[in-house]
């Protein structure tokens, strides 16, 4: 069998490697997830995948696993779903527009070529790590063009001799194209030898004609790069005297006018573009913080990066018009105080739960499938039919594993019927051949609460609701071992106090259930929390804890009673 499930699964993800643009679709239960919301959401997942192609349909978790799921899980070889905390819309979910980044050496004629290739008035400047450098704008490269710069500029700016080559669309006909000039001034040799000896010092990068006399006294006075105009040849002797000399020899067909004004072109971007208080965002960072900081500042283009620091992409206020909210699928409840953070601002597409209605809303219309049954497991199942795909052994194991925790083995008055059916046909197609041992093996497996936290214990299964202006709520752990329940109970009433605040509720409570008496201890905290439950029970509270014979399960006989309590107050 698990040779079986390997093959499923590299099969899964061979399809998904084939399609990495697909739309993703999160299936997520209820925060403090139980082995139903867990299980229903693997299983309803594969059944999704297995009849739409077009979206790739994700188990997720909201919360952190209890010992029983973690067992059912282990048991049938199922991995455990990643978690999830909020679904807020990110900067990833934004379309991003995919300009490369470039080196900060490129000319800035280069720059302002790349710009008006890729229609865009920014670029991002990358080292090769692809990290980011800084950023160069038309701005940036407009105020190179009309600031007025001393001749020196060239060599301040650390301009290489490729990118002088590049824009003068020039040959070398001595020297390195990897040099780089960071000195001298730039000088136009228009006057005769004699006078050029006044004003040409030492690496001066001097543009000049074809006139052997002036290109020879330009070397002599230990010029560092002549640039000859107009594309006149360069004669053998003056190759040979400026080799010996250091001397940079370049060739342009451009006339001394132009080579001059398109020289300063030729510096390095980074001279000039904007590299400290660099105004970037995280592809993790939440789009509504983007938006704040994208409202205060100007700019054109915002730079995205990874959570490696590295460049992704740019966006721009336009491109929050492209947002691409998360997609849900929500399972096992339909109350937005227990969705996963942030469900009220992703495209909820379907419900799929066995609770009463609760306060969510949707933008548009969505697939709702509410039945009153004891699991949400069973509709599962019966989805499966449905769609007339077969239920694969492991899937079946984590469904029948889910009805016999949300009706502890049949004895919740949830329970139907048409669950127990469930549950005994599951247990066949996951080779489960004794369902109460197994059930006893799988109780056991969440009891030993000992050991944990009283967080541990108080939020595995913990659900809140809202009356009116009343709020509270309901936490539940089964259990096999009843005799550590006044044990349980010490730990958690200062921690149920603590909460209390922590969480501005008005009234919590906790039921501790006993799976073999069928009956549940329950703990009351907040103002008018033990008489509340008094009333609504007709049971005396001893130190704030109710015993409620009969009473295991929070959906119908807890909540209920509760709610009806408190609408009658």
């Not at 139980?34 to 999704?48: C, E, H, M, N």
């Not at 020289?263 to 592809?283: A, D, G, R, W, Y």
């Not at 469900?343 to 548009?364: N, P, Q």
């Not at 925790?405 to 004794?434: H, Q, V, W």
């Amino acid at each position: 069998m698990s040779t079986e499930k390997t093959n499923k699964s590299a099969s899964k993800k061979k399809k998904e490697d084939k399609k990495p643009d697909i739309r993703k679709v999160f299936v997520v239960g209820h925060k403090n997830p139980d082995t139903d919301s867990i299980a229903s959401a693997v299983a309803y997942a594969y059944l999704k995948n297995s009849t739409d192609e077009s979206r790739s349909f994700i188990p997720m978790r909201a919360g952190h696993i209890n010992q029983e799921t973690e067992f059912v899980l282990k048991h049938f070889g199922v991995g455990e779903p990643d978690y999830i905390s909020n679904v807020e819309p990110q900067v990833k979910d934004i379309e991003l527009k995919k300009i490369s980044g470039v080196d900060e050496g490129i000319s800035l004629k280069k720059a302002y070529s790349i710009m008006k290739e890729k229609s865009t008035v920014t670029l991002p400047v990358v080292d090769e790590g692809d990290r980011l450098r800084g950023i160069i704008t038309i701005n940036d490269i407009a105020e190179s063009d009309m600031d007025v710069y001393d001749n020196c500029i060239i060599g301040a700016a650390k301009t290489p001799v490729r990118n002088i080559l590049e824009t003068l669309e020039g040959e070398l006909v001595v020297g390195d194209e990897n040099f780089c000039i960071t000195k001298g001034k730039v000088v136009i040799a228009a006057a005769n030898p004699d006078v050029m000896e006044n004003y040409i010092n030492e690496d001066d990068i001097v543009i000049l004609g074809n006139r052997y006399e002036s290109q020879l006294c330009a070397i002599e006075m230990k010029a560092g790069c002549i640039i000859v105009c107009e594309g006149a040849v360069v004669s053998k002797t003056i190759r040979k005297i400026a080799g010996e000399n250091k001397c940079i020899v370049i060739t342009t067909p451009y006339d001394t006018y132009t080579t001059a004004r398109l020289l300063n072109q030729s510096m390095p971007i980074s001279h000039f573009m904007c590299k400290e208080n660099l105004v970037t965002f995280e592809t993790e960072e939440s789009v509504e913080e983007a938006r704040e900081v994208m409202a205060k500042r100007r700019f054109r283009d915002f730079p995205i990066v990874d959570v490696h620091g590295k460049y992704v992409g740019m966006i721009s206020r336009r491109n929050l018009l492209n947002l691409h909210r998360k997609q849900l699928i929500l399972i096992d409840h339909n109350e937005l105080g227990q969705a996963v953070d942030g469900a009220d601002s992703a495209d909820i597409l379907e419900i799929i739960d066995h609770h009463r209605l609760g306060t969510i809303e949707t933008s548009s219309p969505v697939y709702f499938r509410c039945q009153p049954l004891g699991c949400t497991a069973t509709i599962v199942k019966k989805l499966y039919a449905e769609a007339g795909v077969d239920i694969p052994s492991d899937m079946a194991g984590l469904l029948c594993s889910a009805i016999i925790s949300d009706t502890l083995m049949f004895r919740s008055p949830t329970c139907t019927k048409e669950d127990m059916d469930a549950a005994y046909e599951l247990a066949e197609k996951a080779g489960i051949k004794d369902l109460k041992a197994f059930a006893r093996e799988m109780f056991n497996a969440g009891s030993n609460l000992k050991k944990k936290s009283a967080e541990e214990i108080f939020f595995q299964d913990f659900k809140k609701f809202n009356v009116s202006d009343i709020s509270f709520g309901v936490g539940q752990i089964n259990s096999m071992n009843e005799g550590d329940f006044p044990e349980i109970i010490e730990k958690l009433k200062p921690f149920m106090d603590r909460t209390l605040k922590d969480m501005k509720i008005d009234m919590l409570f906790f039921m501790l259930t006993g799976i073999l008496n069928e009956s549940s201890e329950l703990i009351c905290c907040g103002k008018d929390s033990a008489s509340l439950a008094e009333e609504a029970f007709n049971v005396k509270a001893e130190n704030d804890v109710l015993h409620l014979q009969g009473v295991v399960s929070r959906k119908k006989q807890l909540v209920p009673v509760i709610v009806a309590e408190l609408q009658q107050q």
